[in-house]
């Protein structure tokens, strides 16, 4: 059996990384999908569904160094069992968690430093120059 769930949103908070036992890192953050309808009375309606993202080893690493709260991002991974919990306002709601395999950003680099356009589990990170001159261009 295999299953593979392709995310595409904003960060909802910054990453934090922490490490287990062994030393192994692990980075955790909130990414927001928003979906966009025309209700019944020509109304706009948005609803937005929230994911916990974990990613381990080198991507948890890259996602600490180069993710902020507000960017956007495309998360490949594995969605795990929903959990059920009752929030604050005693509703019951269910948590929706992916463990990364991949993520790629989305937007434009922030001024700051230079991060990978995408990082994949297994220490893989892969740029996608862009070409400068017409030669380089392969077609």
Not at 24 to 34: G, H, L
Not at 83 to 107: C, H, I, M, T
Request: hydrophobic share 35%; aromatic share 8%.
């Amino acid at each position: 059996m295999y299953q593979k769930i392709i995310l595409i949103g904003r960060l909802g908070r910054d990453p934090e990384m922490r490490y287990t036992p062994d030393g192994t890192p692990v980075t955790s953050f909130s990414v927001a999908t928003d979906r966009v309808w025309t209700d019944a009375n020509g109304q706009q309606q948005k609803r937005a569904v929230w994911f916990r993202v974990t990613a381990w080893r080198r991507l948890a690493e890259t996602c600490n160094q180069y993710l902020t709260k507000g960017r956007l991002v495309l998360v490949e991974g594995e969605l795990s069992e929903p959990k059920p919990y009752q929030s604050r306002d005693g509703e019951w709601r269910a948590s929706l968690d992916v463990r990364a395999a991949a993520v790629k950003f989305l937007e434009g680099r922030p001024e700051a430093g230079a991060a990978p356009a995408e990082a994949a589990e297994g220490g893989e990170i892969a740029e996608h120059p862009t070409p400068t001159t017409e030669e380089e261009i392969p077609f």
